[in-house]
RNA sequence: GGCCUGUUGGUGAAGCGGUUAACACAUAACCCUCUCAAGGUUACAUUCAUGGGUUCAAAUCCCAUACAGGUCACCA
């Protein structure tokens, strides 16, 4: 019996060719130096920020180059596939403003001319390249059981061999074709072989963009192409996908740097053109027992993008830290060409990490602070009331009561040459500034720190309250402080307090600390002068007599 | 166990045969006519996992060892 029969028998269903599919899906016009490339995650549920990077790379490369940057869902196990997983995926892509030019929109819909995009949806094709293996004596069917494929490992194992079909082990390579058919007929299933002809002791050599040159070992393992429900693996489904797609960058995490040659030789078989590869470090964690490991989606929360989101970290902090992560220079160029886009920077794959980079939250946030500081106080109101909407109830109703009177909260030492940084996220605005909002003014605990005594306290705020003006300039507005110091015998002046402490019963230091406390119950607050002309004169009596 | 990759300060890293081994985060100290944040100044790797070699010269090239990570499925 020839291939061409056997194939017939094995993929009955088959009814275009290869090159039925090459017409379907003609090359790109686009430059030669474009970058097409795609974001292909299994739909899980949720985003890994170790899969974010690749995305967000690959974005930078194709928007670099005017090329195409699509969304593939690779959809081929049912058992990693979750309800609504690829809702997650593309909103998630959303959240963190990585758009795509082509590919899956939702479950149903999708844009591009090289779809579907959706791997379950293809199946027809992989059959059709599959068909054209077998006719071509490159992959044919394997009846091996579970059991089976258990006993030639075990006896790889005892005799230290190395462990795979292949070889003399690859079973099914050396039954006729006429068995085979036979075994169909009957019924039973089969899952489909590649055919390799690769040699264990060869070289192949892989020119990575990230890693340079690698050599492997060529492939001589008959991997199974299509699984015994006609379902390819991804090897096969990410070859003949990339292949119609016309994908010129493969940008995927480094463990897929072993099956490498498999690929290859896969699409040598086929005799399609090699795209290149880009094998991008992991991300990785320290964690609580001090052990350096990949950062896990199961017990790293912030592995998960969704995290960020929760936290109130701006979107625009987590794509700059991304950045600085994918190409190192970026930070410099970022401090030399200040208040450019990112997308004036010029991304490489060359400069990327080979190692996994360290996830590093303290890093992230110092960015997001610095985002912030920068940012006018209306877009932060936005920002925080947007977040606040989800996370925040009690603060996002009073955002929206004062939100002229938030806005200037949010606005003090901000327009200024150095602005002022204390917001690291969304979420932690609420514990800089609660206590100018008399609603979160309750169960307060104050922070006295040099004047504790109930009776000079209540001296020092009387006589100041006496004094206070709301129109006052800040001059004025200091020292009418110092003339407190004066009258209760506190130094106004630092520097004669500093020579000689002891002729003073303090400073003024002390004494705005009294107000401060007195007004807001932290000892430590932004500019006072501000934080009184917001509170205005009748809530600072009201907060001076609750002490 | 086989195959592959990696290893520069607490962290991310630059470096590509000749540098005082950049820079950033973190940390610490000091300074800055109220605190804090910020900012400024300073400190922080005699050494690039370890041991050999090549060279006038090595973090950079070679070899071995150690450690770490990845992979070896009808998962991606």
């Not at 379950?120 to 094709?125: L, T, V």
């Not at 036979?182 to 089969?190: A, C, L, R, S, V």
């Not at 963009?209 to 006609?230: C, F, M, Q, T, W």
């Not at 500019?527 to 009201?542: N, Q, R």
């Amino acid at each position: 019996m020839t291939n061409k029969e056997l194939a017939n028998i094995m993929y009955p269903d088959v009814s275009k060719t290869i090159e039925d599919y090459e017409k379907m899906y003609p090359k790109r016009n686009l430059d030669d130096k474009a970058v097409v490339t795609r974001f292909a995650p299994s739909p899980t549920g949720f985003v890994h920020m170790g899969s974010l990077l690749a995305a967000f790379v690959s974005r930078k490369a194709t928007k670099d180059t005017n090329g195409v940057f699509y969304l593939r869902i690779e959809d081929t196990d049912g058992k990693r596939s979750v309800e609504n997983g690829i809702e997650g995926i593309i909103s998630d892509l959303k959240a963190f403003d990585i758009k795509i030019d082509e590919g899956a929109l939702s479950e149903t819909e999708e844009i591009g001319e090289y779809g579907p995009y959706i791997q379950s949806k293809r199946i027809e094709i992989y059959h059709t390249f599959a068909k054209w293996l077998v006719e071509n004596d490159y992959a044919y069917p394997c009846f091996c059981s579970e059991e089976e494929l258990e006993e030639i490992r075990t006896l790889q194992e005892a005799q230290k061999q190395r462990i795979g079909y292949y070889g003399k082990y690859a079973k099914y390579r050396f039954v006729s074709n006429e068995e085979k058919a036979k075994k169909i007929q009957n019924g039973e299933k089969f899952v489909l072989r590649l055919k390799s002809t690769g040699d264990f002791n060869k070289r192949i050599v892989i020119n990575d963009l990230v890693r340079g040159r690698i050599e492997y070992p060529e492939n001589d393992i008959d991997h199974v192409l299509i699984k015994s429900d006609g379902v390819p693996v991804y090897h096969f489904a990410h070859v003949v996908d990339d292949h119609l797609m016309h994908t010129t960058h493969i940008s995927r995490g480094e463990e897929w740097l072993p099956s490498t040659p498999l690929h290859i030789e896969l699409f040598n078989k086929f005799g399609f053109e090699v795209p290149k590869f880009c094998h991008l470090g992991l991300l990785m964690k320290i964690d609580d027992e001090g052990v350096r490991r990949k950062l896990s989606k199961r017990k790293d929360p912030e592995a998960a993008v969704s995290y960020y989101h929760e936290k109130g970290i701006p979107v625009e902090a987590v794509s700059l830290y991304l950045m600085t992560i994918a190409n190192s220079n970026f930070e410099g160029w970022m401090d030399a060409n200040f208040g450019k886009s990112i997308d004036e920077f010029k991304f490489d794959y060359a400069k990327m990490s080979k190692s996994g980079s360290l996830f590093d939250v303290n890093k992230l946030l110092n960015i997001s602070k610095n985002y912030i500081s920068r940012l006018k106080a209306s877009d932060v109101y936005d920002a925080t009331l947007n977040w606040a909407l989800d996370f925040d109830k009690e603060f996002y109703d009073l955002l929206v009561k004062y939100k002229d009177y938030s806005i200037a909260i949010l606005n003090i030492e901000r327009e200024q040459k150095k602005p002022r940084k204390d917001f690291e996220s969304y979420s932690s605005i609420k514990s800089y500034i609660w206590y100018m909002y008399d609603e979160l003014f309750t169960n307060l605990n104050y922070e006295w720190q040099n004047i504790t005594d109930k009776d000079e306290i209540k001296k020092i705020l009387n006589i100041y309250l006496n004094k206070y003006d709301i129109n006052d300039d800040k001059d004025t507005w200091f020292n009418k402080m110092k003339e407190v110091c004066d009258e209760l015998g506190y130094a106004s002046d630092m520097k004669k307090y500093k020579e000689n402490p002891n002729d003073y019963k303090g400073n003024v230091a002390d004494i705005s600390n009294v107000l401060r406390v007195a007004l807001t119950t932290k000892a430590m607050t932004p500019d006072l002068y501000e934080i009184m002309k917001l509170l205005g004169k009748e809530k600072m009596e009201k907060r001076f007599n609750m002490v």
